[in-house]
């Protein structure tokens, strides 16, 4: 259930996600596109899963005295977490291999950061920005993200959790708020701009009190999706009774 809202949220309610749809000619392209991105990331994770077998049945046997001490723990008795494939591609691809794979890797990473950072630097503007807009302004607003998301990096670099959960707790946070705000607007009630904002706060909140009862980060969304409809609705029809 978890892994399902997930998708919902960040296929269907995430800008980055979004504004690529919305550069398509027309809406049957634009569902086309989405639903070649869904078969293309199930083959794209199928073949992430073999690769990542493969490590671990490589490294099982590893000699860690042969290995270099950047990639061990502290006590040298295991590599750190998230170095299998670093560790792979320095020591066991020659070297024209190596520069290819890290090229892709590179460019992989900018095309998704550059993603984020336009997405981000576009809701601020269109939502929040009252003034006139303009190029360097959007170019302040996108440096602003830009530094946002390097400190949310170098805040997390040293978790113990492996990078995919830690990423996909992280987007938990807010794609649960997200995911249910695309739902109420899908309602016909026209809902007062200060429930919608109690029901996004409430359900970050929700998931911060999941995550110190030590709940697993599959439910936030779950929890934070009901949250955010239910307290929405509830200000809703208490205060703001007359936009029924």
Do not use: C
Request: aromatic share 14%; no cysteine; net charge positive.
């Amino acid at each position: 259930v978890g892994g399902m809202l997930l998708s919902f949220a960040s296929h269907g309610a995430d800008h980055m996600m979004v504004q690529r749809v919305l550069s398509t000619r027309n809406l049957s392209a634009a569902r086309k596109a989405m639903i070649g991105s869904g078969i293309f990331v199930f083959f794209q994770f199928v073949i992430f899963l073999f690769v990542g077998s493969l490590l671990y049945a490589l490294f099982q046997n590893v000699d860690l005295t042969q290995v270099d001490i950047a990639f061990l723990n502290d006590d040298k008795l295991a590599l750190k977490k998230d170095r299998e494939f670093p560790l792979f591609i320095v020591q066991y691809l020659p070297v024209g291999l190596k520069g290819l794979l890290l090229a892709g890797v590179l460019s992989a990473a900018m095309s998704t950061l550059s993603s984020s950072i336009n997405s981000l630097a576009s809701s601020t503007i269109i939502d929040w920005s009252w003034k006139g807009r303009s190029l360097r302004g959007a170019r302040f607003i996108s440096l602003f993200w830009t530094i946002v998301l390097i400190s949310i990096a170098l805040i997390f670099d040293e978790s113990d959790k492996a990078i995919v959960d830690m990423g996909l707790e992280i987007a938990s946070f807010t794609y649960g708020g997200l995911l249910g705000m695309f739902i109420l607007s899908r309602s016909k009630r026209p809902f007062h701009s200060l429930s919608l904002i109690l029901g996004l706060v409430f359900s970050i909140v929700i998931v911060i009190l999941l995550r110190e009862f030590g709940i697993a980060w599959t439910w936030f969304i779950s929890f934070s999706v009901i949250t955010n409809i239910a307290v929405t609705y509830s200000v809703d029809l208490i205060f703001f009774r007359h936009n029924a």
